[in-house]
C-alpha cells in the first residue's frame, strides 16, 4: 500500500552537495514523522535526520549543520539537502515514516534507496 521512492544520488567530489527526494505514495503524508536513513558499505542501516509532523527536526552528529532535512506536505514528499559532502558520506540513502519520540520505524518496508557516492 505505501510506496517510497527515493532519488536525487549520484557521484559528487568532496565538499560538493546532493539534494535528495522521497515521494510517498498510498498513505496521508502530513500527519505522519518522517526520517532519512543511510547504509554504508559493510555498515548498518542508522537514522540520520528526521522530521515531526509538526516540523521538529533533528539529526545525528556528524551530519549536524551539513545536512537540512525538509518536506513539502503538497507533493507528499521529504527532502534531505546535504552540502559539504565527504566521503564518509557514502551510502545508500533511504526514507521511512517513524515515530520521531521512538526513533522506530511506522511502515516495516524500505524502497529501493538512492546511492550517494563521494569521492576523495
Known amino acids: 500500500q505505501v510506496q517510497l521512492v527515493e532519488s536525487g544520488g549520484g557521484l559528487v567530489q568532496a565538499g560538493g552537495s546532493l539534494r535528495l527526494s522521497c515521494v510517498v505514495h498510498?498513505?496521508?503524508?502530513?500527519?505522519?514523522?518522517m526520517a532519512w536513513y543511510r547504509q554504508a558499505p559493510g555498515k548498518q542501516r542508522d537514522l540520520v535526520a528526521g522530521?515531526?509532523?509538526?516540523?521538529?527536526?533533528s539529526y545525528v552528529d556528524s551530519v549536524k549543520g551539513r545536512f537540512t532535512i525538509s518536506r513539502d506536505n503538497a507533493k507528499k514528499t521529504l527532502f534531505l539537502q546535504m552540502n559539504s559532502l565527504q566521503p564518509d558520506d557514502t551510502a545508500v540513502y533511504y526514507c521511512?515514516?517513524?515515530?520521531?519520540?521512538?526513533?522506530?520505524?511506522?511502515?516495516?518496508?524500505w524502497g529501493q534507496g538512492t546511492q550517494v557516492a563521494v569521492s576523495s
Open positions: 522530521i515531526s509532523s509538526g516540523g521538529i527536526t
Open positions: 498510498g498513505t496521508i503524508f502530513s500527519g505522519n514523522d
Open positions: 521511512n515514516l517513524i515515530n520521531f519520540a521512538t526513533r522506530q520505524i511506522v511502515y516495516p518496508r
